[in-house]
């Protein structure tokens, strides 16, 4: 590579030149550009670096030849352009360089910071660097191709952190705590269990959901000796991959190989992945890339003017705003596009516009009809942005091919996920049975739901089955193990696990899209914390350990993954199939803690003609009638076997205590 001291500008305006900087009474005001070429468009011949900054009087543009130490090499005024546009053209090859902006907003300079479409950059990313995006492609990569995906419903999503994956030393994965953990295969743990992607794999789950893998700033990645841990929903620079994660973070080239190297390994293995995003808010509020840049612009004002904090992290942001919007849109499609990911996971989805999130719909479903999007619908505080404007969970009938995280189910399975000590289904609270059904049908209208006494919703707000996410546990709160321990600790262990089991159960029978948090499967425990996100490894990570002492478990939730998957009749498509094959079976007078349905017809064009499915979350063993026939015990608690294992011909069947059953007929 040449090195320049002071590369050649071919367009550059000295600053007699400019003329002055226009005035704007609002932030709607500012004009929009509609181009797409913001941020830098590279290549060895020139380099056009572009940034909106309407109310900038100035505009720098500094050059580095360090990611993080030193003064600048070299700084530019850039040209004001049309539409709030500032540019710089450069004719000699900065490949490698690094560089930051700077703009002079009502007489004061702000700091130097990449800009918020910057697609690569070194340490810490303090600053963007220029690389040639087609030389990061992993081989192969012209050809890598999404797996088959039919149906929405067809998916089940498995939430992972990178880090827990294979930080624990008996995950036998070299690349502890990078992107290429994720990338190896045959590991073992000392016991010779499979770990990491086999493991996943093995389990059978369609997509991995990926937690925040972009850019945040909570991790100094100077220092890989110091194991620090976070989430991630702190964002820096939304569209460059996590450095933390890679092998050199100095070099911007080498954090987004090793993520395509990620989802192209994943898709050879017939994985999908699934990005979580934080469009919400920013790490930073008034030292942010955005505010630095264009103070005030991307994020809400409360009345006395200052940040608003819907996101209850100090600020969030205005997707309303033309060119807030644009980058959502934007930021999206290029990781569709450029990193070939599957589906987006949106961080409280709420605090966005409907019509932001329906944009991003349709510029995803351009790239690939099968990209698959869904999100938090709530917000974590009040916002200006008017409540019939926001994407919340009650909206999603306004939302396109958006689904949405289903708290009705999750906490009338469990318990009120604030509530620690409160019990739910699976550990024997009644009344919660209507919520229940209403989390079987996925939020959906059914003639048999009272949705009067239901724990939140009090109306169907899923048009489609596919637009609520059906789950039990996540990364947020106590691990449904440690729930269990917690909010039952008059329980043994052995009742615990059935309804450990009972709840993998109903997440994975249920209608809709089944969410599972890595680590259910073999019992996942962070020590009753609930609250991880800057914990240590030692809290976080996942224990291998537990797969070799649980493997009924394991066994259980891989055979109940199988079991849905070879059977369309619990990945119903429409309401309209739900409400002709789903029927909910009377109970005896006066039960509590016990819901029965069947499956009629081979709904859905499933092999089996009739499925009975019964929930007990009752201690002791109850009786419900069934209709007469002979029926095929397929899941009775203990395992699950689509062969067989056991037939009665009577129609009253008694159901253990905290179990699912799962027969079939005809």
């Known amino acids: 590579m040449k090195q320049l001291a002071y590369p050649t500008m071919l367009i550059l305006l000295s600053m ?95 700091e130097e910071v990449p800009d918020p479409y910057v697609k690569a950059v070194g340490t810490n990313g303090q600053r963007g660097q220029v690389v040639d995006l087609a030389t990061t492609n992993p081989e192969g990569w012209e050809q890598d191709q999404r797996p088959p995906l039919q149906n929405f419903t067809d998916i089940i999503l498995y939430e992972l952190h990178v880090r827990d994956l294979s930080m624990n030393p008996n995950s036998g994965i070299q690349h502890k705590g990078k992107f290429l953990g994720l990338t190896e295969l045959g590991t073992r743990s000392p016991e010779g269990v499979m770990t990491g992607l086999d493991h996943i794999k093995d389990l059978g ?74 469009y919400n808010h920013t790490g930073a509020t008034e030292g942010s890339n955005f505010n630095q840049l264009v103070p005030g612009y991307y994020y809400r004002q409360n009345e006395e003017g200052g ?30 596009e450029e990193y070939h990911i ?37 917000t974590a505080g009040s916002s ?90 996540c990364h947020d709160n106590h691990t449904l193990w440690d729930r269990l321990t917690i909010s039952c600790p008059e329980a043994s262990e052995e009742e615990k696990i059935k309804m450990h089991k009972l709840a993998g159960a ?43 002492k649980y493997p009924e478990v394991y066994n259980y939730f891989k055979n109940l993954i ?10 119903m498509m429409t309401t309209d199939v739900v409400q002709a094959h789903l029927k909910f079976l009377d109970v005896p007078e006066g039960s509590t803690n016990l819901v029965a349905y069947q499956l009629t017809g081979n709904a859905n064009g499933d092999p089996w003609r009739e499925i009975l499915v019964v929930f007990n979350g009752n201690k002791d063993s109850k009786a419900v009638n069934i209709p007469e026939g002979e029926w095929t015990i397929v899941v009775d608690g203990k395992k699950v076997n689509e062969d067989g294992l056991g037939t009665i011909n009577t129609t009253s069947l008694t159901i253990p205590g905290r179990t699912a059953m799962v027969l079939k007929g005809g």
């Open 16 to 110: 007699a030149c400019q003329p002055p900087a226009p005035t704007y009474q609002s932030f709607e005001e500012y004009p929009a550009y509609q181009g797409r070429d913001l941020g830098l468009v590279y290549s060895p011949e020139k380099s056009v670096f572009k940034l909106w900054a309407p109310p900038a009087e100035e505009v720098k543009l500094h050059l580095y030849t360090d990611p993080v130490e030193g003064d600048a090499e070299s700084s530019h005024q850039m040209d004001r352009q049309e539409n709030g546009v500032w540019m710089a053209t450069f004719t000699d090859d900065l490949l490698g360089k690094y560089y930051a902006f700077q703009t002079k907003v009502d007489g004061k300079w702000g």
């Open 506 to 548: 109903m997440v994975l029978t249920s209608q809709g899209v089944s969410f599972l948090h890595a680590g259910v499967e073999m019992m996942r425990t962070k020590g009753g914390e609930e609250n991880s996100f800057e914990s240590p490894d030692e809290v976080n990570q996942i224990d291998w350990s537990r797969k070799s």
């Open 562 to 571: 199988s079991l849905r998957k070879n059977h369309p009749a619990f990945r």
């Open 384 to 473: 200006p942005l008017p409540e019939a404007q926001q994407a919340l969970k009650k909206n999603t009938p306004k939302l396109d091919q958006i689904a949405a995280f289903s708290d009705d189910i999750r906490d009338a399975i469990k318990g009120h996920v604030f509530t620690h000590d409160a019990k739910g289904f699976i550990s024997g609270l009644p009344g919660l049975e209507e919520s229940i059904k209403f989390g079987i049908v996925a939020s959906t209208k059914h003639a048999q739901v009272d949705y009067s006494v239901i724990n939140y919703s009090k109306a169907p707000w899923a048009p489609s089955p596919f637009q609520t996410i059906t789950y039990v546990s």
């Open 342 to 378: 599957d589906g987006f996971r949106v961080d409280l989805m709420g605090i966005h516009d409907i019509e932001t999130m329906n944009r991003v719909s349709a510029s995803l479903h351009q790239v690939d009809p099968t990209i698959f999007i869904y999100g938090e619908g709530w």
């Open 205 to 278: 789950v369609t997509h991995v959901h990926l937690l925040p893998s972009f850019d945040f700033m909570s991790v100094d990645e100077s220092k890989p000796e110091d194991n620090e841990f976070n989430w991630g929903y702190d964002p820096q620079n939304y569209n460059v991959p996590e450095g933390s994660y890679s092998t050199n973070p100095a070099d911007g080239t080498v954090r987004i190989r090793e993520f395509k190297q990620v989802v192209k390994t994943l898709h050879d293995n017939g994985l999908r992945v699934i990005m979580d995003v934080v």
């Open 307 to 336: 940040f608003s904090n819907a996101s209850a992290c100090g600020n969030e942001t205005a997707s309303e705003r033309t060119m807030v919007r644009k980058f959502m849109v934007e930021s999206m499609k290029y990781w569709a």
